[in-house]
């Protein structure tokens, strides 16, 4: 693939020195000509960067399958291609038509850092959400309109083009806020309905060296960190379709005798808590009110897409709520340095691989349990790291191995 693409990339050279050869002759087609190869050759050189940065070497490849699988349930009509990048930031980019390749970008930087990875369950949201968004934005479009109109007839305006022009876009600037506001606060969720508190602490994580009160208007539309955090601790915490599950985790924990670690997670949980509620520690500009009455509209359309996040999340049969009750005996092998990669059971010849989420989980909640006995230090935190990325590895190994045919029929394995 890397071969084709560079063939293809030397090919963009012959064609510009034609397009140049023929520019005397008629500038204006020329131009459009190059504007077009231009475009077509930035996409490339993406397309191509991504592959060579998708190799072996390069990306945690235990993720692979797994993101693989979330994929197919979520997207099962688009590709997905894991690749890594410099920039301290994870990314999705795919294409809005609903077609073509997903490729999902990792921080290079945190290869190894297998906590942050829970991150990826928030960006394979984005593509999953589009047609929400598309489908949303009229109805939502004709209110913004009628705000747009009213601030600019405030403003009074010199003549009409100037107003036709600044109307254009005001409508686009909040279309921007309304859009990347909705889509963040959906694509939380989507985390949290994955993998449920491990996105909460994930992203408080990811957040705690930014300011979580940032204004939209400063932060390229999106919202303040502490609003996020707020909607993820909803949802995992207080929301009613989700709030028995952690009631199942908190009893499957106490059944197991594995105290600390349910003092650990009520602990933390509680500590999330008190930064959502935290009053900012340094005066904040007040949102302007443009985009105040903006969010208005982020938040009217929240209602309705955190049912379309549920319906998404109901898809994915590994998600954290259906697998706390395999979180017990997955810590316990955290303790004896065992990756957490299947569920034992002492009555049967065999034993069945655990899931992504409940891996994730169970690494947090011995992290947790760590920190909070001042026993977490840098050596401990590498070996989590790599705990939890071979037991995702070996767990997915031994889910293509039971689902072979012939071995599937294996009696022992059906047992």
Known sequence: MIIREREKLADFADSIQAIESDFADDPAGSLKRLISRYRQLTLRQRVLAAIEKSRTEEVPWSLVPSVERIC????????VLVTMKHQMTYEVTYNEDGN???????PLLHRANAFMHVLIGHELFHPAIADFLKEAWPDVGEGIHVICDDVLKHEEPDHALFQTRRLDELVTRAHRIWKRGVEEFMCDIGAAALFGPAALWTMSGYASSSDLDTDPTRNDSYPPWRKRLSVVYDHVVDNELEKPYLDSLY????????HDHLDAIKRSIASE?????????APHDVPDEFTSR?????????????KVVSDIANKIPNRWGT???QVPALVKRLEHLVPPCEVLDKNAETSPPAELSAIVLACWIERLRLEQKHELNLTTYSRLCRLMLKAIEDAELKRAFL?????????????
């Open 251 to 258: 009893s499957s924990l106490t059944r197991a005798n594995q």
């Open 72 to 79: 197919k349930c979520i997207l099962p009509e688009r590709p």
């Open 273 to 281: 808590k008190a930064i959502i509620d935290a009053t900012p520690s």
């Open 294 to 306: 903006i969010y208005e509209f982020v938040y009217a359309s929240l209602s309705q897409g955190k």
């Open 403 to 415: 689902s072979r045919e012939g071995h599937s029929r294996c009696p022992s394995l059906q047992r």
């Open 323 to 325: 697998v706390v009750t």
């Open 100 to 106: 073509g390749r997903i490729i999902l970008h990792l």
